[in-house]
């Protein structure tokens, strides 16, 4: 998808981090954009600051919820008549041992990290087919190729959108060629998703009570998160060249796939014949 200036994107999670990075390239690129998030103050505020670069609208959103999905859709359509970019980005996540995870964690992070994706390419699907062209960003990570201790929630949540993805992207090259989709799979970018925890629902205990004894394992990763991340600026340049190059896949840190290259070692080395 080349062509952006007057044409419409939904950005959920577009009230922080990569979201409102997204957004701010596409008001710069002359699109107009809305943003969906649950934070009502965030929200608020980004829309505010976003208005600056062009026309912004704002929906409270939770991504989780398919009837909030469904009334972004409407909202989205009501105000602009089209949506032609649709980044389903809202993310929730961090460090905990699955011995200490409890059922509201396990549904919180699915609900946001996988259904949310789901329902928004459900949802939007009509929309989208609808145009001449279009385009589906689905934020996945890293995480969705490498596996390891202490991330199993979001971890079983990317892999899942990584999955979703590339079936979307088999499926719709024959039915619905005018509309690319991608997988974003950042690895460390500057945010400040160590925030992630103020809206989850009742019944999520916060990690840090649930699991102290990875209270300093949380404290680096957040730390390199913050200090060492990419900027979303370039996440965003990155996303606009690849819609332009019509890709499926979108690596800002591309030299993590080499720990990807070693996991597929390992798992086919298991292929061995036994003794
Ligand atoms: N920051 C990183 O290092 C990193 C790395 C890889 C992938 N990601 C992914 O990037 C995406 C964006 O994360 P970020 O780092 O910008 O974090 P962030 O916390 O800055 O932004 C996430 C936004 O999503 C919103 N959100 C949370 N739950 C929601 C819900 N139920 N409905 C609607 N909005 C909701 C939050 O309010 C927030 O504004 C996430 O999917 C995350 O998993 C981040």
């Known amino acids: 998808m080349r062509e952006l200036k007057n044409r ?25 954009v809305v943003i969906a998030d649950n934070d009502r103050g965030d929200l608020e505020r980004a829309a505010a600051e976003l208005a600056r670069l062009g026309e912004v609208l704002a929906v409270r959103t939770d991504v989780a919820d398919a009837a909030s999905v469904q009334a972004l859709a409407d909202a989205a ?9 649709l980044c389903n980005n809202a993310g929730v996540g961090g460090a905990q041992r699955f011995s200490t995870i409890g059922q509201a964690t396990w549904e919180w992070t699915l609900g946001v990290n996988l259904f949310g994706v789901i329902h928004g390419c459900r949802v939007f699907l009509p929309i989208l087919a609808e145009q001449d062209e279009a385009y589906v960003v689905n934020t996945a990570s890293m995480s969705g ?17 990584v999955s979703l993805t590339e079936g979307l992207a088999f499926e719709w090259a024959e039915e619905f060629p005018h ?8 690895a460390y970018t500057a945010t400040a998703i160590r925030h992630d925890e103020r809206n989850a629902p009742p019944g999520h205990v916060p990690r840090a009570q ?3 004894s990875l209270t300093g394992h949380r404290d680096k990763v957040n730390r390199t998160i913050e200090q060492e991340g990419l900027p979303v600026s370039a996440i965003a340049d990155l996303v606009v060249r690849a819609m332009a190059a019509r890709r499926t896949h979108i690596f800002p840190h591309p030299e993590w796939l080499r720990t990807w290259a070693d996991r597929v070692d390992r798992v086919t080395a ?6």
């Open 8 to 32: 419409v994107a939904v950005v959920t999670g577009g009230a922080n981090g990569i979201g409102k990075g997204l957004a701010t390239r596409f008001l710069t690129e002359g699109m107009r």
């Open 77 to 85: 359509v009501d105000r602009f008549g089209a949506v032609h970019v």
């Open 145 to 161: 190729f490498l596996t390891g201790g202490y991330l199993t929630p979001y971890n079983v949540s990317k892999a899942g959108v």
């Open 179 to 186: 509309i690319g989709v991608a997988v974003l799979c950042p």
């Open 210 to 212: 649930a699991d102290p």
């Open 270 to 275: 298991q292929a061995r014949p036994l003794p």
